[in-house]
Protein backbone atom coordinates (compact mmCIF):
# COMPACT_ATOMS: atom_id res chain seq x y z
CA UNK A 1 0.00 0.00 0.00
CA UNK A 2 1.27 3.45 -0.53
CA UNK A 3 0.67 4.84 2.89
CA UNK A 4 1.40 1.80 5.07
CA UNK A 5 4.77 3.89 5.93
CA UNK A 6 3.06 6.79 7.52
CA UNK A 7 2.90 6.55 11.63
CA UNK A 8 -0.75 6.96 13.09
CA UNK A 9 -1.26 8.12 16.68
CA UNK A 10 -4.67 7.59 18.92
CA UNK A 11 -5.63 9.48 21.82
CA UNK A 12 -8.49 7.20 23.59
CA UNK A 13 -11.08 9.72 25.96
CA UNK A 14 -14.03 7.30 28.19
CA UNK A 15 -14.88 4.03 29.43
CA UNK A 16 -12.75 1.04 29.03
CA UNK A 17 -15.70 0.07 26.70
CA UNK A 18 -14.13 2.87 24.38
CA UNK A 19 -10.73 1.70 25.08
CA UNK A 20 -11.32 -1.86 23.70
CA UNK A 21 -12.79 -0.48 20.64
CA UNK A 22 -9.65 1.58 20.16
CA UNK A 23 -6.98 -1.60 20.81
CA UNK A 24 -9.03 -3.14 17.68
CA UNK A 25 -8.73 -0.38 15.67
CA UNK A 26 -4.87 -0.06 16.22
CA UNK A 27 -4.40 -3.85 15.53
CA UNK A 28 -6.54 -3.21 12.35
CA UNK A 29 -3.90 -0.48 11.13
CA UNK A 30 -1.51 -2.19 12.53
CA UNK A 31 -2.15 -5.46 10.47
CA UNK A 32 -2.09 -2.99 7.66
CA UNK A 33 1.18 -1.95 7.92
CA UNK A 34 0.71 1.19 9.97
CA UNK A 35 3.30 2.22 12.22
CA UNK A 36 1.56 3.24 15.51
CA UNK A 37 3.06 5.69 16.94
CA UNK A 38 3.20 6.27 21.16
CA UNK A 39 2.76 10.46 21.31
CA UNK A 40 -0.30 10.85 19.38
CA UNK A 41 1.65 14.20 18.16
CA UNK A 42 4.51 12.07 16.53
CA UNK A 43 2.16 10.99 14.32
CA UNK A 44 0.97 11.84 10.29
CA UNK A 45 -2.41 11.11 11.33
CA UNK A 46 -4.18 11.69 14.69
CA UNK A 47 -6.85 10.03 15.78
CA UNK A 48 -8.86 10.78 18.60
CA UNK A 49 -11.48 8.31 20.07
CA UNK A 50 -13.84 10.36 21.78
CA UNK A 51 -16.41 9.76 24.64
CA UNK A 52 -19.70 11.30 24.05
CA UNK A 53 -21.70 10.30 27.48
CA UNK A 54 -21.81 13.58 29.06
CA UNK A 55 -20.86 16.92 28.71
CA UNK A 56 -17.46 16.78 30.60
CA UNK A 57 -16.26 13.91 28.72
CA UNK A 58 -17.89 15.84 25.37
CA UNK A 59 -15.83 19.16 26.63
CA UNK A 60 -12.54 17.04 26.96
CA UNK A 61 -12.99 16.07 23.60
CA UNK A 62 -13.21 18.79 21.88
CA UNK A 63 -10.21 20.34 24.04
CA UNK A 64 -8.04 17.61 22.68
CA UNK A 65 -9.07 18.01 18.99
CA UNK A 66 -8.59 21.91 19.15
CA UNK A 67 -4.79 20.81 20.70
CA UNK A 68 -4.23 18.64 17.60
CA UNK A 69 -5.78 21.09 15.19
CA UNK A 70 -2.77 23.41 16.21
CA UNK A 71 0.08 20.78 15.62
CA UNK A 72 -1.92 20.41 12.03
CA UNK A 73 -1.60 24.59 11.76
CA UNK A 74 2.27 23.88 12.44
CA UNK A 75 2.35 21.15 9.99
CA UNK A 76 3.41 18.74 12.46
CA UNK A 77 0.71 16.17 11.82
CA UNK A 78 -1.35 15.95 8.32
CA UNK A 79 -4.67 14.85 9.24
CA UNK A 80 -7.06 14.48 12.02
CA UNK A 81 -9.44 11.73 12.49
CA UNK A 82 -12.44 11.81 14.88
CA UNK A 83 -14.32 8.32 16.17
CA UNK A 84 -16.05 6.89 19.30
CA UNK A 85 -19.24 7.98 20.86
CA UNK A 86 -19.15 11.51 20.00
CA UNK A 87 -18.47 11.21 16.40
CA UNK A 88 -21.28 8.46 16.38
CA UNK A 89 -23.65 11.13 18.26
CA UNK A 90 -22.56 14.21 16.57
CA UNK A 91 -21.82 13.19 13.38
CA UNK A 92 -22.56 16.67 10.87
CA UNK A 93 -21.88 18.92 13.83
CA UNK A 94 -18.58 17.72 14.28
CA UNK A 95 -17.46 18.42 10.77
CA UNK A 96 -19.78 21.41 10.64
CA UNK A 97 -18.06 23.07 14.17
CA UNK A 98 -14.78 22.05 13.73
CA UNK A 99 -13.42 22.22 9.92
CA UNK A 100 -9.86 20.94 11.32
CA UNK A 101 -11.36 17.52 11.14
CA UNK A 102 -10.15 15.38 7.89
CA UNK A 103 -12.58 12.42 8.83
CA UNK A 104 -15.40 12.08 11.22
CA UNK A 105 -16.25 7.98 11.63
CA UNK A 106 -19.30 6.45 13.22
CA UNK A 107 -18.52 3.28 15.54
CA UNK A 108 -19.72 0.51 13.02
CA UNK A 109 -17.04 2.17 10.36
CA UNK A 110 -14.26 0.70 12.82
CA UNK A 111 -13.16 -2.11 11.20
CA UNK A 112 -12.83 0.50 7.92
CA UNK A 113 -10.44 2.25 9.73
CA UNK A 114 -7.43 1.32 7.88
CA UNK A 115 -9.36 2.10 4.91
CA UNK A 116 -10.22 5.57 6.00
CA UNK A 117 -6.95 6.76 6.91
CA UNK A 118 -5.86 5.54 3.22
CA UNK A 119 -8.57 8.37 2.28
CA UNK A 120 -7.45 10.90 4.37
CA UNK A 121 -3.79 10.92 3.34
CA UNK A 122 -4.88 10.73 -0.36
CA UNK A 123 -6.57 14.50 0.62
CA UNK A 124 -9.77 13.25 1.08
CA UNK A 125 -12.44 14.12 3.65
CA UNK A 126 -15.34 11.96 4.51
CA UNK A 127 -17.80 11.00 6.51
CA UNK A 128 -18.83 7.08 7.35
CA UNK A 129 -21.56 6.32 9.72
CA UNK A 130 -22.71 2.73 8.67
CA UNK A 131 -25.36 0.43 10.96
CA UNK A 132 -23.80 1.05 14.61
CA UNK A 133 -24.86 -2.97 14.74
CA UNK A 134 -21.87 -3.24 12.37
CA UNK A 135 -19.35 -2.74 15.59
CA UNK A 136 -16.65 -5.71 15.15
CA UNK A 137 -17.36 -7.39 18.75
CA UNK A 138 -14.54 -9.65 18.17
CA UNK A 139 -10.75 -9.38 16.66
CA UNK A 140 -6.91 -8.90 17.04
CA UNK A 141 -6.17 -6.24 19.95
CA UNK A 142 -3.36 -3.82 20.25
CA UNK A 143 -2.78 -4.09 24.70
CA UNK A 144 -2.94 -0.32 25.35
CA UNK A 145 -2.92 -1.32 29.13
CA UNK A 146 0.09 -2.41 31.34
CA UNK A 147 1.08 -5.82 30.17
CA UNK A 148 -0.23 -7.51 33.21
CA UNK A 149 -3.85 -6.45 33.31
CA UNK A 150 -6.38 -5.96 30.64
CA UNK A 151 -10.23 -5.13 29.46
CA UNK A 152 -12.42 -8.26 28.60
CA UNK A 153 -15.72 -6.86 26.70
CA UNK A 154 -18.24 -9.74 26.99
CA UNK A 155 -20.71 -7.23 25.20
CA UNK A 156 -22.49 -4.42 23.41
CA UNK A 157 -24.59 -1.85 23.84
CA UNK A 158 -27.14 -1.67 26.49
CA UNK A 159 -31.28 -2.38 26.84
CA UNK A 160 -31.80 -1.04 30.16
CA UNK A 161 -32.89 2.49 28.82
CA UNK A 162 -32.49 4.60 31.63
CA UNK A 163 -33.96 7.93 31.00
CA UNK A 164 -30.38 9.89 31.83
CA UNK A 165 -28.47 8.05 29.62
CA UNK A 166 -27.81 8.09 25.70
CA UNK A 167 -25.72 5.08 25.59
CA UNK A 168 -28.27 2.67 23.73
CA UNK A 169 -28.89 6.23 21.51
CA UNK A 170 -24.80 6.20 20.01
CA UNK A 171 -24.07 2.23 21.08
CA UNK A 172 -27.24 0.54 20.14
CA UNK A 173 -28.96 -2.23 21.64
CA UNK A 174 -27.60 -5.32 24.09
CA UNK A 175 -26.17 -7.82 22.17
CA UNK A 176 -23.88 -10.46 23.81
CA UNK A 177 -20.61 -12.08 22.44
CA UNK A 178 -20.45 -15.92 21.88
CA UNK A 179 -18.48 -17.38 24.81
CA UNK A 180 -16.48 -19.42 23.01
CA UNK A 181 -14.55 -16.28 21.16
CA UNK A 182 -15.11 -14.40 24.62
CA UNK A 183 -12.56 -17.63 26.05
CA UNK A 184 -10.24 -17.51 23.60
CA UNK A 185 -9.59 -13.78 23.93
CA UNK A 186 -9.08 -14.46 27.30
CA UNK A 187 -6.91 -17.44 26.40
CA UNK A 188 -4.49 -14.95 24.56
CA UNK A 189 -4.49 -12.61 26.83
CA UNK A 190 -3.07 -14.27 29.24
CA UNK A 191 -0.70 -16.17 26.94
CA UNK A 192 0.52 -12.35 27.02
CA UNK A 193 1.47 -12.30 30.59
CA UNK A 194 -2.18 -10.42 31.47
CA UNK A 195 -2.83 -11.65 35.21
CA UNK A 196 -5.59 -9.31 36.16
CA UNK A 197 -8.44 -9.19 33.90
CA UNK A 198 -11.69 -7.15 33.91
CA UNK A 199 -14.76 -7.99 32.70
CA UNK A 200 -17.16 -5.60 31.35
CA UNK A 201 -19.73 -4.39 29.28
CA UNK A 202 -22.36 -1.97 29.74
CA UNK A 203 -24.32 -4.37 32.00
CA UNK A 204 -22.25 -7.01 32.72
CA UNK A 205 -25.10 -9.15 34.42
CA UNK A 206 -26.94 -9.66 31.14
CA UNK A 207 -24.49 -11.07 29.33
CA UNK A 208 -26.31 -14.53 27.41
CA UNK A 209 -29.80 -13.10 27.78
CA UNK A 210 -30.08 -12.41 24.30
CA UNK A 211 -27.81 -15.26 22.80
CA UNK A 212 -28.51 -17.88 24.96
CA UNK A 213 -31.66 -17.08 26.40
CA UNK A 214 -30.04 -17.08 29.92
CA UNK A 215 -28.19 -15.25 32.24
CA UNK A 216 -24.88 -16.73 31.46
CA UNK A 217 -22.73 -14.65 33.70
CA UNK A 218 -21.71 -17.15 36.26
CA UNK A 219 -21.02 -19.97 33.93
CA UNK A 220 -18.62 -17.71 32.04
CA UNK A 221 -16.95 -16.35 34.81
CA UNK A 222 -16.35 -20.52 36.49
CA UNK A 223 -15.01 -20.86 32.49
CA UNK A 224 -12.40 -17.80 32.49
CA UNK A 225 -11.26 -18.96 36.05
CA UNK A 226 -10.22 -22.42 34.55
CA UNK A 227 -7.54 -20.36 31.68
CA UNK A 228 -3.58 -21.01 33.36
CA UNK A 229 -2.05 -17.23 34.10
CA UNK A 230 -5.20 -15.80 35.03
CA UNK A 231 -5.06 -14.44 39.03
CA UNK A 232 -7.59 -12.00 39.77
CA UNK A 233 -11.01 -11.74 37.46
CA UNK A 234 -12.92 -8.74 38.74
CA UNK A 235 -15.86 -8.06 37.37
CA UNK A 236 -17.61 -4.62 36.83
CA UNK A 237 -20.78 -2.99 36.17
CA UNK A 238 -23.28 -5.28 37.56
CA UNK A 239 -27.04 -4.34 37.60
CA UNK A 240 -28.50 -4.72 41.09
CA UNK A 241 -31.92 -6.59 39.44
CA UNK A 242 -29.84 -9.01 37.67
CA UNK A 243 -27.62 -9.89 40.67
CA UNK A 244 -28.59 -13.50 40.98
CA UNK A 245 -27.65 -15.69 43.89
CA UNK A 246 -26.14 -17.83 41.33
CA UNK A 247 -23.53 -14.87 40.30
CA UNK A 248 -23.37 -14.16 44.11
CA UNK A 249 -22.27 -17.59 45.22
CA UNK A 250 -19.79 -18.04 41.84
CA UNK A 251 -17.96 -15.13 43.47
CA UNK A 252 -17.70 -16.08 46.41
CA UNK A 253 -16.54 -19.49 45.30
CA UNK A 254 -13.99 -18.69 42.84
CA UNK A 255 -10.61 -18.40 44.18
CA UNK A 256 -9.65 -15.62 41.22
CA UNK A 257 -12.55 -13.81 41.07
CA UNK A 258 -11.49 -10.68 43.97
CA UNK A 259 -14.18 -10.41 46.22
CA UNK A 260 -15.01 -6.99 44.71
CA UNK A 261 -18.71 -6.21 43.39
CA UNK A 262 -19.08 -3.00 41.38
CA UNK A 263 -22.62 -1.85 41.56
CA UNK A 264 -24.10 0.81 40.24
CA UNK A 265 -27.07 1.87 42.01
CA UNK A 266 -27.64 5.57 40.82
CA UNK A 267 -30.12 6.42 43.87
CA UNK A 268 -32.09 5.12 45.86
CA UNK A 269 -34.80 6.97 46.80
CA UNK A 270 -37.84 5.24 44.86
CA UNK A 271 -39.45 8.39 43.00
CA UNK A 272 -35.88 9.41 41.50
CA UNK A 273 -35.32 5.63 40.76
CA UNK A 274 -38.34 5.37 38.90
CA UNK A 275 -38.11 8.10 36.84
CA UNK A 276 -34.60 6.99 36.28
CA UNK A 277 -36.15 4.02 34.90
CA UNK A 278 -34.81 1.93 37.71
CA UNK A 279 -36.41 -0.34 40.13
CA UNK A 280 -36.12 -0.37 43.64
CA UNK A 281 -36.25 1.85 47.08
CA UNK A 282 -33.96 2.42 50.38
CA UNK A 283 -35.71 -0.59 51.76
CA UNK A 284 -35.12 -3.26 49.08
CA UNK A 285 -31.14 -2.06 47.99
CA UNK A 286 -30.29 -1.79 51.43
CA UNK A 287 -31.53 -5.63 51.79
CA UNK A 288 -29.09 -6.19 48.85
CA UNK A 289 -26.63 -4.80 50.09
CA UNK A 290 -26.88 -7.02 52.89
CA UNK A 291 -27.22 -10.55 51.41
CA UNK A 292 -23.76 -9.63 48.87
CA UNK A 293 -21.99 -9.09 52.32
CA UNK A 294 -23.32 -12.49 53.54
CA UNK A 295 -22.64 -14.19 50.60
CA UNK A 296 -19.27 -12.66 50.57
CA UNK A 297 -17.27 -11.91 53.25
CA UNK A 298 -15.25 -9.22 53.00
CA UNK A 299 -16.21 -8.00 49.93
CA UNK A 300 -15.55 -4.36 48.33
CA UNK A 301 -18.95 -2.70 47.31
CA UNK A 302 -18.10 0.06 44.32
CA UNK A 303 -20.94 2.09 43.88
CA UNK A 304 -21.97 5.08 42.06
CA UNK A 305 -24.96 8.19 42.49
CA UNK A 306 -26.38 10.81 40.31
CA UNK A 307 -26.97 13.40 42.32
CA UNK A 308 -29.13 16.87 40.94
CA UNK A 309 -31.16 14.95 38.73
CA UNK A 310 -34.34 16.68 37.69
CA UNK A 311 -36.80 17.46 40.32
CA UNK A 312 -34.40 16.06 43.04
CA UNK A 313 -35.79 17.76 46.19
CA UNK A 314 -33.63 18.47 49.53
CA UNK A 315 -34.89 15.81 51.02
CA UNK A 316 -34.55 13.00 48.60
CA UNK A 317 -30.95 14.47 48.57
CA UNK A 318 -30.92 13.46 52.19
CA UNK A 319 -32.01 10.13 52.11
CA UNK A 320 -29.08 9.15 49.58
CA UNK A 321 -27.15 10.77 51.79
CA UNK A 322 -28.08 8.74 54.43
CA UNK A 323 -28.20 5.53 52.89
CA UNK A 324 -24.34 6.10 51.57
CA UNK A 325 -23.79 6.57 55.42
CA UNK A 326 -25.69 3.82 56.82
CA UNK A 327 -24.00 1.47 53.73
CA UNK A 328 -20.56 2.62 53.86
CA UNK A 329 -19.18 1.57 50.62
CA UNK A 330 -15.76 0.74 50.44
CA UNK A 331 -15.40 2.76 47.00
CA UNK A 332 -18.39 5.30 45.36
CA UNK A 333 -18.09 7.94 42.85
CA UNK A 334 -20.59 10.41 42.70
CA UNK A 335 -21.67 12.74 39.44
CA UNK A 336 -23.78 15.71 39.12
CA UNK A 337 -26.64 15.14 36.82
CA UNK A 338 -25.76 15.87 33.10
CA UNK A 339 -28.41 17.08 31.37
CA UNK A 340 -28.48 15.78 27.62
CA UNK A 341 -30.10 15.74 24.77
CA UNK A 342 -32.10 13.16 23.05
CA UNK A 343 -32.99 11.55 26.18
CA UNK A 344 -36.30 11.06 28.32
CA UNK A 345 -34.36 12.92 31.36
CA UNK A 346 -33.18 16.19 29.73
CA UNK A 347 -36.47 16.76 28.85
CA UNK A 348 -38.18 16.57 32.12
CA UNK A 349 -39.38 19.78 34.27
CA UNK A 350 -37.39 20.66 37.17
CA UNK A 351 -33.98 20.93 35.81
CA UNK A 352 -31.74 21.75 38.31
CA UNK A 353 -29.28 24.76 38.62
CA UNK A 354 -25.36 23.51 37.89
CA UNK A 355 -24.84 25.02 42.18
CA UNK A 356 -27.35 23.19 43.42
CA UNK A 357 -25.98 19.80 42.21
CA UNK A 358 -22.68 20.19 42.38
CA UNK A 359 -23.29 21.29 45.91
CA UNK A 360 -24.95 17.89 46.26
CA UNK A 361 -22.12 16.00 44.82
CA UNK A 362 -19.16 17.76 46.63
CA UNK A 363 -21.27 16.86 50.13
CA UNK A 364 -21.49 13.12 49.29
CA UNK A 365 -17.83 13.17 48.28
CA UNK A 366 -17.00 14.56 51.53
CA UNK A 367 -18.54 12.16 53.44
CA UNK A 368 -17.09 9.27 51.47
CA UNK A 369 -13.79 10.58 52.22
CA UNK A 370 -14.75 10.13 56.04
CA UNK A 371 -16.09 6.51 55.61
CA UNK A 372 -12.87 5.65 53.13
CA UNK A 373 -10.72 7.10 56.18
CA UNK A 374 -12.22 4.46 58.40
CA UNK A 375 -12.23 1.76 56.00
CA UNK A 376 -8.08 1.71 55.66
CA UNK A 377 -7.80 3.09 59.02
CA UNK A 378 -9.12 -0.52 59.67
CA UNK A 379 -6.33 -2.51 57.53
CA UNK A 380 -3.60 -0.85 59.50
CA UNK A 381 -1.38 -4.02 60.72
CA UNK A 382 -3.09 -5.75 58.28
CA UNK A 383 -0.77 -7.76 55.32
CA UNK A 384 -2.70 -7.51 51.95
CA UNK A 385 -2.02 -8.66 48.46
CA UNK A 386 -0.78 -5.92 46.31
CA UNK A 387 -0.45 -6.01 42.51
CA UNK A 388 3.33 -4.02 41.59
CA UNK A 389 2.88 -1.21 39.51
CA UNK A 390 5.36 0.90 39.70
CA UNK A 391 8.20 3.36 41.25
CA UNK A 392 6.86 6.81 42.35
CA UNK A 393 10.40 8.74 42.39
CA UNK A 394 9.18 11.41 43.50
CA UNK A 395 8.15 9.98 47.16
CA UNK A 396 10.80 7.05 46.54
CA UNK A 397 8.48 4.36 46.99
CA UNK A 398 6.80 1.10 45.03
CA UNK A 399 2.94 1.46 44.58
CA UNK A 400 0.27 -0.92 43.32
CA UNK A 401 -3.31 -1.97 43.61
CA UNK A 402 -4.38 -4.21 46.22
CA UNK A 403 -7.67 -6.78 45.21
CA UNK A 404 -10.25 -3.72 46.39
CA UNK A 405 -8.65 -1.58 43.84
CA UNK A 406 -9.73 -1.48 40.12
CA UNK A 407 -7.29 0.37 38.04
CA UNK A 408 -7.75 4.22 37.56
CA UNK A 409 -10.95 4.58 39.97
CA UNK A 410 -10.04 3.44 42.86
CA UNK A 411 -6.99 4.10 45.30
CA UNK A 412 -3.39 2.69 45.73
CA UNK A 413 -1.07 0.87 47.76
CA UNK A 414 2.24 2.33 48.45
CA UNK A 415 4.86 0.65 50.15
CA UNK A 416 8.49 0.43 50.56
CA UNK A 417 10.76 -2.58 50.02
CA UNK A 418 12.86 -4.25 53.07
CA UNK A 419 15.35 -6.96 51.61
CA UNK A 420 14.25 -7.60 47.82
CA UNK A 421 13.45 -5.61 45.76
CA UNK A 422 9.77 -5.53 43.97
CA UNK A 423 9.07 -6.58 40.46
CA UNK A 424 6.59 -4.93 38.36
CA UNK A 425 3.53 -7.10 37.48
CA UNK A 426 4.22 -9.41 40.01
CA UNK A 427 2.16 -10.11 43.38
CA UNK A 428 3.60 -9.30 46.83
CA UNK A 429 2.57 -8.76 50.48
CA UNK A 430 2.37 -5.71 52.03
CA UNK A 431 1.73 -5.34 55.43
CA UNK A 432 -0.07 -1.60 56.46
CA UNK A 433 0.92 0.70 58.62
CA UNK A 434 -0.80 3.83 57.57
CA UNK A 435 -3.25 5.44 55.48
CA UNK A 436 -3.53 8.86 53.53
CA UNK A 437 -6.92 9.92 51.63
CA UNK A 438 -8.09 6.86 49.76
CA UNK A 439 -4.41 5.39 49.65
CA UNK A 440 -2.63 3.10 52.05
CA UNK A 441 0.38 2.93 52.88
CA UNK A 442 3.15 -0.26 54.28
CA UNK A 443 5.98 -2.36 54.04
CA UNK A 444 6.87 -5.00 51.87
CA UNK A 445 6.41 -8.18 53.94
CA UNK A 446 9.00 -10.71 54.16
Known amino acids: MRYTMAKIGMITLG ?35 TCGFI ?42 ELPEVDAVVGIGANAEIADVIERVLEGEKLQRFPDKQKLPLNGERVQS ?12 GCDNCCTYCA ?15 ILKEAETLAENGVKELMVIAQDTTRYGEDLYGQLKLPELLHKLCKIDGLQWIRVLYCYPDRL ?29 LKTMNRHGNREALTAL ?63 LDDEV ?33 GFDRYAECWFGRSSADAPEVDGKV ?18 VTDCMDCDLIGEMAE
Request: hydrophobic share 40%; glycine share 6%.
Open 55 to 96: DAAKQESIEEILELAKLKEEGRIRAIVVTGCMAQRYQEQIAE
Open 357 to 389: KNRRQELMMEQQMRIMEEHNQKKIGKTITVLTE
Open 414 to 431: FFTPKTRKPILGQFTQVT
Open 145 to 156: TLSYFSYLKIAE
Open 15 to 49: CEKNRVDAEMMLAALRARGFELAEDVAMGDVAIVN
Open 244 to 272: TDELLETIASEEKIVKYLDLPLQHCNSRV
Open 289 to 351: LKKVRNKIPGVALRTTFIVGFPGETEEEFSELAEFANEIRFGRMGCFAYSQEEGTPAGRLPGQ
Open 167 to 181: IPMIRGGFRSRRMED
